[in-house]
């Protein structure tokens, strides 16, 4: 069972990036998919999180209006489109599997090994 998180790279203030996640091993459609991010010295925060099946969502207040997660076609890919990146969106971004959707990452049991999203001028 993997998770797999891409897209990553480096962005200029203002800028966009399209993160993917998709799974080896599992039905990704069978499970709620959050997105975690880890900056250098502070903990990991969820960022968003999108339902298994009726497409509920959730976003945390810092990319409200920012971002945006979506599974098209409810099937292998959860994408989470960053539009306006900051400076303060620098971190390791990682997506995971969990049984419902929910904000706490302990409830996630399976986890990719990140993407580095870097935003700078």
């Known amino acids: 069972v993997q998770l797999q998180a891409s897209g990553g790279g480096l962005v200029q203030p203002g800028g966009s990036l399209r993160l993917s996640c998709a799974a080896s091993?599992?039905?990704?459609?069978?499970?709620?998919i959050g997105w975690f991010r880890q900056a250098p010295g502070l903990e990991r925060e969820g960022v968003s999180c999108i339902s298994s099946s009726e497409g509920g969502t959730y976003y945390a207040d810092s990319v409200k209006g920012r971002f945006t997660i979506s599974r098209p076609n409810a099937k292998d890919t959860v994408y989470l489109q960053m539009n306006s990146l900051k400076l303060g969106d620098t971190a390791v971004y990682y997506c995971?599997?969990?049984?419902?959707?929910?904000?706490?990452?302990?409830?996630?049991?399976?986890w990719g090994q990140g993407t580095l999203v870097t935003v700078s001028s």
């Open positions: 091993g599992f039905n990704l459609a069978d499970y709620a």
């Open positions: 995971s599997a969990a049984q419902y959707i929910s904000r706490s990452s302990t409830e996630y049991a399976y």
